[in-house]
Antibody, heavy 121, light 106 residues
Framework: EVQLVESGGGVVQPGGSLRLSCAAS????????MHWVRHVPGRGLEWVSL????????YYADSVKGRFTISRDNNKNSLYLEMESLRTEDTALYYC??????????????WGQGALVTVSS | DIQMTQSPSSLSASVGDRVTITCRAS??????LNWYQHRPGKAPELLIY???ILQSGVPSRFSGSGSETDFTLTISSLQPEDFAVYYC?????????FGGGTRVEI
C-alpha cells in the first residue's frame, strides 16, 4: 500500500525557517518524481515544487523560488522541503504528492495527509 | 505561466442532480488535464486524469471531457459524499497549475 506521511510542521515567526519531511513507503521511491503542494484555508491548492526521481531536476513556483529548497534521499525513501525567509502568506497545509507519468498524461496519484505550517509573530 | 480558470466558483445542488464544472486553460494543454476532489480534513483525491480517464476506484458517475483549452467535469447524479471542492490541474508545464476550485454545496 502506498503511503506518504508528512512531518515537521509547526509555528514559526516571519523570517524563520522550517524543514518538512515526507516519508514514503509501498512503492519504488526513486522511480517517481515527487511534489509539494500547499493549501491555504479558504483558498485553493497551489503547487510549490517538483523534484525528479533521481533528484537531479528541481522546479519551483515563483512565489517560493529562492526561499524554498526541495530535496530527496532515495536511500531513506524520503522527500524534504527546506523553507527559509518564511512569510505570513506561506501559512498553509503542505502536502507531498507522488507523480505518475504515463503515455497519456501526468498526474498526482497519491497524497499525504499534510503538515501544517503557521507563520506568525 | 499557464492560467487555469474554473467556473463556477461555487454551486448549490441537491442529491441526484447532474452537475457540470468547467475549466479553461490560457493556452492549449493537449490532454494534460486532471481533476481532483478535496473534502474538508482530507487529502485531495485524483478523480480523472488525461481529460477523461477515470482513476481506479472512482465511481462511474464522474466523467470528464474536453480538449485543447476547454474541459468539463460532470457528476451525473450527485451523492451526499460528493459535496466537496473540485480542482482542475494542468500538467503540461513543469510548474503544474491548479484551477481556483469549485465548491459544491447542498
Amino acid at each position: 500500500e502506498v503511503q506518504l506521511v508528512e512531518s515537521g510542521g509547526g509555528v514559526v515567526q516571519p523570517g524563520g525557517s522550517l524543514r518538512l519531511s515526507c516519508a514514503a513507503s509501498g512503492f519504488t521511491f526513486d522511480e517517481h518524481a515527487m511534489h509539494w503542494v500547499r493549501h491555504v484555508p479558504g483558498r485553493g491548492l497551489e503547487w510549490v515544487s517538483l523534484i525528479s526521481g533521481d533528484g537531479a531536476g528541481t522546479y519551483y513556483a515563483d512565489s517560493v523560488k529562492g526561499r524554498f529548497t526541495i530535496s530527496r534521499d532515495n536511500n531513506k525513501n524520503s522527500l524534504y522541503l527546506e523553507m527559509e525567509s518564511l512569510r505570513t502568506e506561506d501559512t498553509a497545509l503542505y502536502y507531498c504528492a507522488r507523480d505518475r507519468n504515463v503515455v497519456r498524461g501526468v498526474y498526482f496519484d497519491y497524497w499525504g495527509q499534510g503538515a501544517l505550517v503557521t507563520v506568525s509573530s | 505561466d499557464i492560467q487555469m480558470t474554473q467556473s463556477p466558483s461555487s454551486l448549490s445542488a441537491s442529491v441526484g442532480d447532474r452537475v457540470t464544472i468547467t475549466c479553461r486553460a490560457s493556452q492549449s494543454i493537449n490532454t494534460y488535464l486532471n481533476w481532483y476532489q478535496h473534502r474538508p480534513g482530507k487529502a485531495p483525491e485524483l478523480l480523472i486524469y488525461a481529460v477523461s480517464i477515470l482513476q481506479s476506484g472512482v465511481p462511474s458517475r464522474f466523467s470528464g471531457s474536453g480538449s485543447e483549452t476547454d474541459f468539463t467535469l460532470t457528476i451525473s447524479s450527485l451523492q451526499p459524499e460528493d459535496f466537496a471542492v473540485y480542482y482542475c490541474q494542468e500538467t503540461y508545464s513543469m510548474s503544474p497549475t491548479f484551477g481556483g476550485g469549485t465548491r459544491v454545496e447542498i
